[in-house]
């Protein structure tokens, strides 16, 4: 099924879930013609959703629901070359994907889903991650 959709330097991304091999991302051009850009989770196959797909900083950012060791986070400058910008889970793999994202203040932010200990809020300033003091309810 559908992950996720971006725009990014004039071509629709388009995240597709594939829990066998990984999740595929592809990208209609100007023109309409589809084209790949990546699948097999980028090397992972348990990236299995892109769950979030962002352009921000001149840089198209891509989050993975990975269940088993946590979120996954990726950037690319030109739609090829990809670059990972956190650990898995930040650090947390209770931190399955990233959920909801915003750019605001000149810094793209990105919501987990944490069901041990609760929902957080990462920042990325264009060189790392960083957590906000924000963390939801975790139900017991």
Excluded: C, I
């Excluded at 099924?1 to 991304?13: C, I, K, M, Q, T």
């Amino acid at each position: 099924g559908l992950g996720s959709l971006a725009e990014f330097d004039g071509s629709l991304y388009v995240g597709f879930r594939n829990d066998g091999s990984g999740a595929e991302v592809w990208r209609l051009n100007g023109d309409g013609s589809p084209e790949k850009v990546f699948d097999k989770g980028l090397g992972n196959a348990d990236n299995r959703v892109p769950d979030v797909l962002a352009a921000f900083g001149e840089q198209l950012h891509v989050v993975f629901w990975n269940p088993t060791t946590g979120a996954e986070a990726w950037r690319t400058a030109d739609g090829t070359t990809w670059e990972r910008t956190n650990l898995n889970g930040w650090g947390d793999s209770s931190n399955e994907t990233g959920v909801g994202s915003a750019v605001f203040n000149n810094a793209f932010y990105v919501g987990t889903v944490n069901w041990s200990e609760g929902a957080e809020v990462w920042r990325y300033g264009f060189t790392v991650y960083l957590p906000l003091v924000l963390r939801s309810y975790a139900p017991q």
